[in-house]
């Protein structure tokens, strides 16, 4: 069994060093002691016990707690108010400095929880390990001296989470949707570079992924581009390549009929176009940024922004080409081809191309082929979404989100009076955990919605703290946004406060096990049509609660699905610690994603589909849904199934398989969680291989692919995934 040190490291548990803590506060000069040699001893014993039954990795401070319970259950009171007296002293020494610790534990990659994080970092690299001390330093100046201590208790309690604390001290947001376009056609700045409109296709795409690097250096969350600003680049180059080839016919003095000249220029086309996209997928892949992981960028794929029909042709070999390359994958050290995490792909689901017959099934059948092996794309019925995505002028749109699941509500541009998507952005995410308001309560309605008010007024200062640290934030902190169109073309010095109001960006209320909520609260899994009802009630509490504070602040707060991945593990940890083991609520490493059906309750793709449906429409700030499959390369009529139903039922959803290797000895099924001394570790089923450094697992986790393991609560819910087809 291990234990988590203060500064991070994962030991070996030792029951030795417990007894021995524990006679230490027995003994007592000319004073009896209170316990015999034989109480301390069956004292650590019962620590021990009880901490193997958490079924997780406890920190030592749990385990103090343990132990302080342990002394006093036996009666032995002066011991217990000793013992308690000593970690007080030795907590206000540890306060004397509160960063020091953790940046050289993480230093030496002796950090679990650091090292555990972000499942798209690698801990072990200078990079990673530089972004991670400024981490450290942000958080400690933001806990003492940025935000408010009511809000700094909550989050330390796993009562709210204050997300990207570690970019707090910046003036920084979260995520966007780059303008592409107005950058390609209307020139940028790189660096203090002019790049001017590119002249072919494959210039385009190089200058996409200089934008992207830029921007993720800029900014702490997701990014997305779509393909449809790349589209016109392509006719630019066919142009070019004819011209180039009838020069080559004059020059060798031959005559080729139109129809040798069209072939030889669509291949070329074709060549420049493979090349194009292996710069976006190689360039991003291989990328490091200055948060020291490869640019966390979506690629958006809908053939419906594209109007003009010739464009729309070329948008779709565009598309065509990415699907290939992710099918392929990229190259692991040795040699093997694996998935990578990024860049995430999203296709949509639209009438011509979601039934045989119409006229680019070919692509949705491509894109099937690539889900059932790489996990992506994602995809998006736009049948859907623009019946949920309507502005005020009554117009549905459809349109990317950003990063993992977050998508902007419909703004419409009061000087154009048209709906405007890219260049708009996210200002930051605070999360409701639902959980601790329902055990809060006690079970008692009344009380629940009383402190489920509470709360959600603390999350409101919170999210105002957010808005209020990019107040008065110059466009030269960074350019490449602000003033050179990822987001904005500000004057140099002008501050970037008119496009924090009026719904041009968000501030997003977060919110996390909706599931825990309700069976508490009603005895029932909110899939059982008694306790949708309060499920649903819920969800519209929160959303009547952001619509009072856009009216009061004239700021676009919006309710979001919030994707945990290390949180998901702090929160139930907090709620073991405050409110103990209570079956099927707080008896996991893990509480359930935002509205989720649990991963361990058994249910078919469609039916899990169609319940959580209802629920997306009620996030308007972002959702996604998925549907856990088994190895389905060989039964595409399955995937494309389900792609149809996503486009007749729900808005935004994936399907999860499994893309595993070892390098070992060459397994590419799946890659096991097996236990280990208390611990969930991988291991390869066929040569028993557990050195993650030579294994390749992915899953998807928080709506993206991980590569870069995980923290024990997301393991253990990985593990207890059952499969929905």
């Known amino acids: 069994m291990k234990i988590i040190k203060r500064n991070g490291s994962e030991v070996t548990f030792d029951r030795g060093k417990i007894a021995a803590a524990v006679a230490k506060a027995n003994r007592v000069a000319d004073t009896a002691c209170e316990l015999t040699g034989e109480q301390v001893e069956v004292i650590a014993q019962k620590v021990e016990i009880q901490a193997a039954k958490m079924g997780r990795t406890l920190s030592v401070e749990e385990i103090q707690e343990l132990v302080e319970t342990a002394i006093m259950e036996v009666g032995a009171y ?3 108010k000793r013992y308690i007296r000593y970690r007080y002293t030795r907590s206000l020494a540890r306060a004397a400095n509160t ?16 090292k555990q994080e972000n499942s798209n970092k690698n801990p072990t690299v200078n990079s990673v390990q530089r972004d991670y001390m400024a981490g450290e330093v942000s958080k400690d100046i933001t806990r003492r001296l940025l935000l408010p201590s009511d809000v700094v208790a909550a989050h330390e309690a796993g009562i709210i989470h204050f997300h990207d604390m570690d970019y707090y001290a910046q003036h920084m947001h979260n995520c966007d949707l780059v303008n592409l376009e107005d950058m390609l056609q209307n020139g940028t700045v790189i660096s203090g570079t002019l790049i001017e409109k590119p002249h072919s296709f494959s210039t385009a795409c190089n200058i996409a992924t200089q934008i992207i690097a830029q921007v993720a250096s800029s900014q702490y969350g997701g990014q997305s581009i779509s393909l449809s600003h790349l589209a016109p680049f392509v006719q630019i180059s066919r142009e070019k390549i004819l011209a180039d080839v009838l020069a080559e016919a004059a020059a060798m003095g031959g005559t080729p009929d139109p129809s040798t000249i069209s072939k030889i220029v669509e291949r070329r086309l074709r060549s420049e176009i493979r090349r194009g996209v292996q710069t976006i997928q190689y360039q991003v892949v291989t990328l490091m940024t200055t948060n020291g992981q490869a640019p966390f960028v979506t690629v958006f794929m809908y ?11 070329d948008l779709a070999l565009i598309i065509e080409e990415t ?10 050290e040795q040699g093997q081809w694996v998935t990578p995490a990024f860049p995430k792909l999203i296709y949509v689901l639209e009438e011509d191309n979601i039934r045989p017959g119409t006229p680019y099934y070919y692509l949705t059948k491509l894109a099937a082929k690539c889900t059932a092996r790489r996990m992506v794309p994602d995809y998006i019925s736009e049948k859907v979404m623009l019946q949920n995505k309507v502005d005020k002028n009554g117009e549905g749109h459809c349109y990317t989100c950003m990063g993992c699941r977050s998508f902007l509500t419909p703004y419409v541009n009061p000087e154009t009076n048209q709906a405007k998507y890219y260049g708009r952005f996210n200002q930051g995410v605070v999360t409701i955990n639902l959980v601790d308001v329902a055990l809060s309560s006690g079970g008692d309605t009344e009380k629940f919605w009383s402190v489920f008010d509470e709360r959600l007024e603390l999350c409101y200062r919170a999210l105002m703290c957010r808005h209020n640290r990019l107040k008065g934030t110059l466009s030269d902190a960074a350019p490449i946004l602000w003033q050179y169109g990822a987001l904005a073309r500000l004057e140099k010095g002008e501050v970037i406060d008119k496009l924090l109001y009026n719904g041009y960006s968000t501030l997003s209320l977060g919110y996390a096990g909706l599931y825990e909520c309700v069976k508490y609260m009603t005895g029932k899994s909110h899939t059982d049509p008694d306790a949708t009802p309060f499920a649903l009630d819920v969800m519209k509490h929160m959303n009547e609660a952001t619509a009072r504070w856009k009216a009061a602040e004239h700021i676009d707060f919006s309710l979001y699905g919030t994707p ?3 949180t998901t593990y702090k929160f139930a940890k907090c709620l073991q610690k405050r409110f103990g083991i209570i079956p099927d609520v707080t008896d996991k490493s893990y509480i359930t994603n935002s509205y989720h059906v649990h991963v ?7 039916d899990k589909l169609h319940f959580e449906s209802q629920f997306q429409a009620l996030s308007p700030g972002g959702a996604i849904s998925y549907v856990e499959v088994p190895n389905l390369q060989g039964n595409l009529d399955a995937v494309l199934q389900v792609m149809e139903y996503i486009y007749d039922h729900i808005m935004y959803a ?3 398989t499994k893309s595993d290797f070892c390098q070992e000895c060459g397994f590419d099924g799946e890659i096991q969680i097996v236990e280990d001394d208390g611990k969930l570790v991988w291991e390869c089923p066929k040569c028993g291989n557990r050195d ?13 692919i991980g590569t870069q393991f995980w923290n024990q609560g997301r393991t253990q819910e990985i593990r207890e995934r059952v499969l929905h087809l």
């Open 78 to 80: 002066e011991t217990a």
């Open 654 to 656: 994936e399907l999860n």
């Open 99 to 114: 960063t020091d610790n953790q940046i050289l534990s993480l230093i030496e990659c002796n950090n679990e929880e650091v």
């Open 692 to 704: 993650q450094s030579k294994l390749n697992v992915a899953r998807r986790t928080c709506g993206y």
């Open 323 to 332: 699907l290939n390359q992710r099918y392929q994958g990229v190259k692991n």
């Open 303 to 313: 053939l419906g922004e594209v109007k003009d029909a010739r464009m729309k042709q």
């Open 600 to 606: 361990s309750e058994p249910i078919n793709a469609f």
């Open 564 to 566: 945990l991945e290390s």
